[in-house]
């Protein structure tokens, strides 16, 4: 899942692209893994 | 009854000291009192003594009233314990220093911005406690308090059933009859028909009640009455409201249809939930600036649609021309203030049909339409125009323009002061170049309005048409703000959808966006534009939010600044700011299959997936294929759980585009369909495997692998 985030970061996958393709809120339930968090900071800015 | 003794003034209950009585009723005698552990002061109910003597009935009320205890909402009075001391029931509750709701209605109503805030504030509450499965059963004026800053709580959430003499579920004509001879019961004046049949009861009883509150606080008076309970309640099985539009002039039909839906005796006919209520109050609010505005007069405000104009050139090449003009007039009416103009996706849907002008004034919901030609001869140039009364077929103006193409700005502005000079003719002061002219070359003009036209068609052959069209007119305007504008969008847009990589899309959107903030930094396209670029190109979240937020102020009837607004808010998960702009999108446009399918991305981005699959639906319904609506549709149905629909959807949607985010969502392996007809492992591989999805390249990343 972290290697397929930072992909997604690397190439500056729109958010609502990213949103949409991968489930919706699913990713949200990883918050607590900081590696994660970052990520989907960087891709949504929250 | 040790009940009398204990409760004096200064006497004392557990830790509870009790300091007076502020109220009394069928559902047990309320005091103020003092918690002296927690030295706050709390509002104590003593439970009725039938109810405090039978178990089982004490053993319900407790699991409601915890349940309601959970709820933790700024409209809902809170609960903090169910207690008993010395053979004392009782609970204690927030304490809440207003006056209650029925003692703030006068005779003639309340004002209509009152009306909205305090009814949105209910359908909050109540859609708080549906989400947890709690129904008030008893929503009444007496039930809702609102302070002295003019906050509203709503009290006795759930507690009704077991506070009761009598369950109100139960009550019936006859038990509603008992009153007459003396037995306690609740009046049936807010109740739902269902109610007083004692049918089964679900949360729409309690929209039921809210529309009877909406009704009084609108019109000072109840909309059903009745000398006696059996007639109330036989008049509220039977009879329709008075419209609220003949007592109430400066209410806005948009207000009284949403109050007389609250009140159908159907439930399925009601509002679905409360928060649809919500939503269509904050709708009303945005769609007249920061508050729900009175109308000023008796008639429904002036309204009207602008038809496609019919392409007479004889070239079919010509009809993005036809549909330029049109566009334009749909967008210099837009701006007039107090004039309600139907959509541009929503009006062209009537292109070349043969419905009757008054059917279609009806489906529009306008009063007036306009419709017209458009025939071209090189540079000559023949438009005729008439204005058409919805209602009954009648012309009330009509004209026709012989001139050369360079008067094109000319005829556009005397289009529209002739209609409004017709329609609303107080406006006819504000009407000199409503039309925006942002270019003076008509040749630039024509490129625009081609531009656009493909734009409108978003697919990826069609926005490189649209990209050649706005970079051919700033070849000859470089001055021309709006094709800078629309040069960005389709960025965007091709970003959007993966057919471009960041890299090649980035600076050329970036280019073209900055130059139309520089040369019309106050117009919705300009500002659209940023928005649109930081958001999809950025993340820059805070420009984002801003110039959506400034394109919504510019124009809040632009369906398609509201739709992507809500977009936006949904993925900052702002829910209850996200629902109402895309409600507002789509009551604004509501034939548009673009912006049902926007309300549906952001309904998904919100998780919630029903609501996200019925919007696409819908916009599926208005136009059969539609890629933005099969792809969000496709989306919900996974995460639904309807894995075969899904996959026909996406796999419609890739046939049909080849677009790089849907191939990706169904992989180009073979293998997913295999993962695919497993659900529960398919739901984890694909998410995780998706969110690597390239948006670019999506043959090499695109890997599903079984959990």
Same mark, same amino acid.
């Given at each position: 899942m972290r290697q397929a985030l930072a992909a997604a970061v690397g190439e500056a996958t729109p958010p609502l692209t990213f949103r949409a393709n991968s489930g919706g809120l699913f990713l949200e339930e990883f918050r607590s893994d900081p590696e994660i968090n970052r990520m989907l900071f960087e891709l949504y800015g929250h | 009854m040790p009940y009398l003794a204990a409760m004096n003034p200064h006497s004392s209950i557990a830790h509870y000291r009790i300091a007076s009585k502020i109220g009394a009723g069928g559902m047990g005698e309320v005091y103020r009192a003092t918690d002296t552990k927690l030295g706050r002061d709390v509002a104590l109910k003593l439970l009725p003594a039938e109810m405090a003597s039978d178990p089982e009935r004490l053993a319900r009320f407790r699991r409601e009233a915890r349940a309601v205890a959970t709820l933790n909402? $700024?409209?809902? %009075?809170?609960?903090f314990s169910v207690e008993e001391a010395d053979g004392i029931h009782f609970l204690t509750m927030e304490l809440v220093e207003g006056q209650s709701l029925d003692r703030l209605i006068p005779e003639s109503g309340l004002p209509v911005e009152r009306i909205v805030e305090i009814a949105s504030a209910l359908a909050d509450a109540l859609a708080a406690a549906h989400d947890k499965g709690i129904v008030h059963r008893d929503l009444k004026?007496?039930?809702?308090? %609102?302070? @002295?800053? @003019?906050?509203?709580?709503v009290l006795d959430f759930g507690l009704a059933k077991e506070m009761r003499p009598h369950d109100p579920a139960d009550a019936t004509l006859t038990s509603a009859g008992k009153t007459a001879v003396g037995v306690v019961l609740g009046t049936p004046a807010y109740m739902s028909p269902e109610q007083i049949a004692g049918r089964t009861l679900d949360h729409r009883t309690d929209i039921f009640s809210l529309g009877i509150i909406l009704y009084e606080m609108a019109s000072g008076r109840r909309p059903f009455e009745g000398a006696s309970s059996a007639e109330l309640a036989s008049t509220i099985l039977r009879d329709t409201p008075r419209p609220l539009t003949e007592i109430r002039?400066?209410?806005?039909?948009?207000l009284c249809r949403l109050i007389q839906r609250c009140l159908e005796k159907e439930p399925r006919d009601r509002f679905s939930s409360a928060r649809d209520v919500r939503d269509g109050l904050q709708a009303l609010r945005l769609a007249s600036g920061s508050g729900a505005r009175p109308a000023t007069s008796?008639?429904?405000? $002036?309204?009207?649609?602008?038809?496609?104009f019919v392409n007479r050139s004889g070239d079919a090449d010509n009809e993005f021309f036809s549909d330029g003009l049109s566009e334009d007039l749909i967008n210099a009416l837009s701006r007039l203030p107090g004039l309600q103009v139907a959509s541009r996706t929503s009006a062209f849907r009537f292109r070349g049909g043969d419905l009757d002008i008054r059917q279609i004034g009806r489906q529009l919901e306008v009063a007036t339409l306009v419709e017209g030609s458009v025939r071209r001869s090189g540079a000559r140039l023949r438009v005729t125009a008439q204005l058409v009364n919805a209602e009954n077929g009648y012309q009330l103006w009509s004209e026709r323009y012989d001139r050369q193409m360079a008067d094109v700005f000319e005829i556009q502005d005397e289009i529209v002061a002739s209609i409004v000079k017709a329609v609303v003719p107080a406006l006819l002061g504000d009407t000199a170049h409503a039309v925006e002219r942002s270019t003076e070359n008509t040749e630039a003009y024509e490129l625009y309005l081609k531009g656009r036209h493909y734009w409108h068609q978003r697919s990826p052959s069609t926005l490189r048409?649209?990209? *050649?069209?706005?970079? *051919?007119?700033? *070849?000859?305007?470089? *001055?021309?703000? #709006?094709?800078?504008a629309g040069l960005a969008d389709?960025? @965007?847009? #091709?970003?959007l959808y993966g057919w471009i990589s960041a890299e090649e899309g980035r600076p050329k959107a970036h280019a073209a966006m900055t130059k139309a903030m520089a040369l019309a930094p106050a117009s919705l396209e300009a500002n659209f534009s940023r928005a649109f670029y930081a958001f999809q190109f950025e993340r820059d979240w805070h420009v984002a939010g801003t110039d959506f937020q400034k394109a919504v102020a510019i124009n809040p009837r632009s369906s398609l600044a509201q739709g992507y607004y809500a977009v936006f808010l949904a993925m900052e998960g702002r829910a209850d700011d996200a629902v109402p702009h895309a409600t507002l999108a789509c009551q604004l446009d509501p034939l548009s299959a673009f912006i049902h399918s926007l309300a549906s991305v952001a309904l998904y981005s919100l998780g919630r997936l029903d609501e996200a699959e019925r919007a696409a639906q819908q916009a599926l319904e208005l136009q059969p294929d539609y890629l933005l609506a099969l792809?969000?549709? @496709?989306?919900a149905l996974c995460g639904l759980g309807r894995h075969e629909e899904a996959i026909q959807t996406l796999e419609r949607a890739v046939t049909l585009s080849r677009a790089p985010i849907f191939v990706g969502l169904l992989g180009l392996d073979t293998r997913v369909r295999g993962v695919l007809m497993k659900p529960s492992a398919w739901c984890v591989s694909w998410k995780i495997e998706a969110a690597g999805v390239s948006t670019s390249r999506p043959s090499h990343r695109c890997r599903f692998t079984s959990v």
């Open positions: - | 909402h $700024p409209h809902i %009075v809170t609960i004026p007496a039930n809702v308090m %609102v302070t @002295g800053e @003019g906050r509203v709580k002039a400066d209410l806005g039909n948009d008796t008639s429904p405000p $002036p309204s009207i649609a602008v038809l496609p048409l649209a990209i *050649q069209c706005f970079e *051919q007119a700033i *070849q000859l305007d470089p *001055q021309y703000a #709006l094709a800078h389709c960025y @965007g847009i #091709l970003r792809w969000t549709r @496709g989306l």
